[in-house]
């Protein structure tokens, strides 16, 4: 069974910085690129940033660049992101993705995690 844990959101000043982490289990890590998305009150889930199985490859949301940084640990099947410079506007759920295919993890991966709140105070 394939598990996607989240950890790391909280309560923030704007202009601070949050790492969020994502535990992974249930399936071969590096065969599967890695992407965070997030969801904010009322409005759709969106894309934030995905990684590709080697690290090789980032691709971020235009809100995002510059401010956020994805990784990963292939050993410890994590995949991390760090949000700096955070706006109230970042306020969401964030959720880990995960995904084989790199034209699907930034639009419909198969695998999804519970979430993470992040809450940015201005």
């Known amino acids: 069974q394939v598990q996607l844990v989240e950890s790391g959101g909280g309560l923030v000043q704007a202009g601070g910085s949050l790492r969020l982490s994502c535990a992974a289990s249930?399936?071969?890590?590096?065969?599967?690129?890695m992407g965070w998305f997030r969801q904010a009150p009322g409005k759709e889930r969106e894309f934030v940033g995905a990684i590709s199985r080697s690290s090789v490859s980032t691709n971020y949301a235009d809100s995002v660049k510059g401010r956020f940084t994805i990784s990963r640990d292939n050993a410890k099947k994590t995949v991390y992101l760090q949000m700096n410079s955070l706006k109230p506007e970042d306020t969401a759920v964030y959720y880990c993705?995960?995904?084989?295919?790199?034209?699907?993890?930034?639009?419909?991966?198969?695998?999804w995690g519970q979430g993470t709140q992040v809450t940015v105070s201005s």
């Open positions: 249930g399936l071969t890590f590096i065969n599967y690129h």
């Open positions: 993705a995960a995904d084989p295919a790199w034209l699907v993890i930034s639009t419909t991966p198969k695998y």
